[in-house]
């Protein structure tokens, strides 16, 4: 027995001596197009079909109607005014304190809807972020300042409560629920985590004095809206005007 051990070791030893560590000789490269030309895996694709009819069940699931379509333009836009409104409703609700107006910016929008119906899919190609909505308490100077620079961008997405004019790049007559902001006044404002750290030119939102997390993803609040108001309707209404 002690024989056996002894010669499984030395072999052990000898296979350990003459083993040699593998080492990079050659590198090549090839340049392959992404495109039609590429062989289909078909064995994949048969083992992902399950999974990709299911999703598209659920992703093709109607769960509202637009009378008429909702474009996205500046200065002001059907479908910015309807995302504008329906985040401020849905933070209304999933926020226990005041709100003045909610904002979001033209180029979160992704895409246009096109009347007829809304479904799934549709909200997740208006949003495809996995963007949070935060409620920030701005002063009234900061609002103007924001306002002034949606006057420069040529036009950005507020909710209803909130009107402006724009001249010459600078925002005029800006009022929240009718009254002239007050510079030294304090206002709350529904947006996303991204805009709130300055994206896209919403510098001023990051000046909050304070700032509230929901931990809510704004698509998922966009499609608990078309669900429960399932008339998806927007007009343009002078919120935004360019002189």
Request: proline fraction near 4%.
């Amino acid at each position: 027995m002690k024989r056996i051990t002894l010669l499984l070791l030395a072999a052990t030893a000898i296979v350990s001596c003459t083993h040699q560590p593998r080492r990079l000789t050659a590198v090549s490269e090839e340049m392959k197009a992404i495109d039609s030309t590429l062989a289909e895996d078909t064995a994949y694709l048969h083992a992902l079909a399950p999974v990709r009819d299911a999703l598209n069940a659920q992703m093709d699931i109607v769960i509202g109607y637009a009378p008429e379509a909702l474009t996205v333009r500046q200065p002001e836009c059907t479908m910015l005014n309807w995302a504008c409104d329906a985040l401020f409703d849905m933070a209304a609700e999933v926020y226990n304190g005041p709100l003045d107006f909610a904002t979001a910016n033209i180029g979160g929008m992704r895409c246009n809807w096109q009347a007829g119906d809304i479904t799934r899919r549709s909200v997740f190609e208006l949003m495809p972020f996995d963007n949070r909505l935060v409620i920030l308490t701005l002063q009234g100077s900061d609002v103007l300042e924001l306002c002034d620079e949606f006057a420069r961008q040529g036009g950005q997405g507020v909710s209803r409560q909130l009107r402006m004019q724009m001249r010459g790049g600078k925002a005029q007559n800006v009022s929240i629920n009718g009254k002239p902001v007050v510079p030294d006044a304090l206002y709350y404002v529904a947006t996303s985590d991204y805009l709130a750290g300055g994206a896209d030119h919403f510098d001023a939102l990051t000046h909050a004095i304070d700032k509230h997390e929901t931990g809510l993803k704004i698509r998922d609040l966009y499609m608990q809206y078309v669900i429960s108001r399932p008339t998806v309707a927007a007009k343009v209404d002078g919120r935004m005007t360019a002189l």
